[in-house]
């Protein structure tokens, strides 16, 4: 049985008995805390269904939050590499560089390999760009020979 029908059972005897607020100083006593009851009564399952409902919303937030760890994790791992990988316990870092498309103005990253081969292809407008550092680093000099 809950709170509130609790306290409408005790209004219910007092009201079978007879009891009215222009009788005794004790049946007035009796009326006044069984209204007070009631009206806790009302206020604990009004914070009871408050707090079940904040319960609820906490949970949705938290299955949120998880959501946004994994797929931030999933991001960094795809942007960062997997620091998951077990290799012979040295880290692979590969260079990379950037270039601005003097076609479109977007940002192009080459790595070494790319820088080697000359040649790549902007990714936003497909303009192929040659790529020339100066140097030819695969041929050796006349004084290293």
């Known amino acids: 049985m809950s709170l509130t029908e609790k306290t409408a059972y005790l209004q219910g005897l007092a009201d079978g008995m007879g009891m009215s607020a222009d009788q005794s100083d004790e049946q007035r006593l009796l009326l006044a805390i069984i209204d ?5 009564a009302a206020h604990v399952e ?3 269904d408050s707090v079940s409902a904040l319960a609820d919303e906490l949970d949705e937030l938290d299955d949120a939050v998880s959501d946004l760890e994994e797929a931030v994790g999933e991001l960094a791992d795809e942007f960062c590499g997997d ?3 077990e290799d012979d316990g040295e880290m692979e870092t590969e260079a990379e560089y950037e270039l601005e498309c003097p076609n479109c103005g977007d940002p192009v990253y080459l790595d ?10 902007c990714p936003n407008c497909g303009q192929k760009l040659e790529i020339d550092v100066g140097f030819d680093g695969d041929d050796e000099t006349e004084e290293d020979e």
């Open 112 to 121: 070494e390999e790319t820088i080697a081969e000359g040649v790549t292809v």
């Open 46 to 48: 009004e914070n009871t």
């Open 36 to 40: 007070a009851l009631s009206d806790v």
């Open 83 to 85: 620091d998951d990988d």
